[in-house]
């Protein structure tokens, strides 16, 4: 799903005020019918996220933690079962998971001898049975659950359904009969920033050349592709001497061929010109480099062109 800056600006205006909910989801789909659950989804998290990182640090004042810990302690004091840090959460407008963090931390520097450590938080919010008081171990379980941008559970199923995506893609690209190298075979070659698939003979899409293909199992909005064109996408293709195929013939055929060491390609900007593949759509917008060899679509290119110039 491809949107003008115009159409991404209205749905993120109708999010400011809305909280980061399921109800509020399927609010944002009965108003705009037209585009995917998926692609909502996708903007409605990375919305709320840019809200958080906006908002972090007054949460984590000693004023602000101390508050929340004692209107913890009331609330469960009054009636341990009802869910007192996921409306503490609401109330406050900060992600359930995070405030689960905050309550945690702040329970085990009281009851423990020692500070936690990051990685003994980070098992425990994975695991709310490991927390030793019930009612608490309770609560982070209610936030957890009920978090849809934030926490371990999120995180897995982002994990998961970007893992499904490259699958995905690797079928549609045996399909084709496009011979490549995935992430984990350049990896074990030597190579430090990769993209999922360098494919071993170019193709053109829409008349641009493609070595490599990325898959983003997200959308595409200005900051997340900003952020990815400056530490993935720029890396991947800037490399001076891509073009010079006699070079990389050379150099790459015969490891005792002496390139000047002012010259030498690194390992991880090799790459060339290539396609990202945002799948859940993107800001039509930022489609705007694919004459510096960057190319931007929705879905995997039914318009495929090998060297011998047949559609694939």
Not at 152 to 163: F, N, Q, T, Y
Not at 266 to 277: Q, T
Request: proline share 6%; aromatic share 10%.
């Amino acid at each position: 799903m491809i949107l003008t800056k115009a159409q991404y600006d209205e749905i993120a205006q109708c999010l400011v005020s809305v909280p980061p909910t399921r109800q509020s989801l399927r609010k944002l789909k009965q108003r705009f019918p037209s585009q995917s659950q998926a692609t909502l989804l996708s903007i409605f998290s990375q919305e709320y996220q840019k809200h958080i990182k906006r908002t972090h640090a007054k949460h984590h004042t000693s004023e602000a933690i101390e508050s929340y810990y004692q209107r913890y302690l009331n609330g469960v004091g009054r009636n341990g079962t009802a869910p007192v840090l996921l409306e503490l959460a609401n109330e406050v407008d900060y992600a359930p998971s995070l405030m689960a963090r905050i309550i945690l931390e702040r329970f085990l520097q009281e009851h423990e001898e020692t500070p936690p450590s990051k990685s003994v938080i980070n098992s425990m919010l994975r695991d709310p049975s490991q927390i030793p008081d019930g009612v608490l171990a309770n609560q982070v379980y209610q936030c957890i659950v009920n978090d849809c941008c934030y926490g371990p559970l999120v995180d897995c199923i982002k994990h998961a359904i970007g893992h499904e995506h490259e699958v995905l893609l690797r079928d549609m690209l045996l399909e084709k009969n496009l011979s490549f190298l995935d992430e984990d075979q350049l990896r074990a070659k030597g190579y430090d920033k990769t993209p999922d698939f360098i494919l071993q003979v170019p193709v053109a899409v829409e008349g641009h050349i493609i070595h490599w293909i990325e898959s983003k199992a997200s959308f595409g909005d200005e900051c997340s592709h900003h952020a990815y064109l400056h530490d993935q996408f720029w890396s991947y293709w800037n490399s001076p001497l891509w073009r010079d195929c006699s070079v990389l013939h050379a150099w790459e055929h015969n490891p005792e061929y002496q390139v000047p060491s002012d010259h030498r390609p690194s390992w991880d900007r090799l790459f060339g010109p290539g396609l990202v593949i945002y799948w859940y759509g993107f800001i039509q917008e930022l489609d705007c480099n694919r004459e510096r060899g960057i190319l931007l679509k929705a879905c995997f290119p039914t318009d495929i062109v090998t060297l011998c110039h047949s559609v694939a």
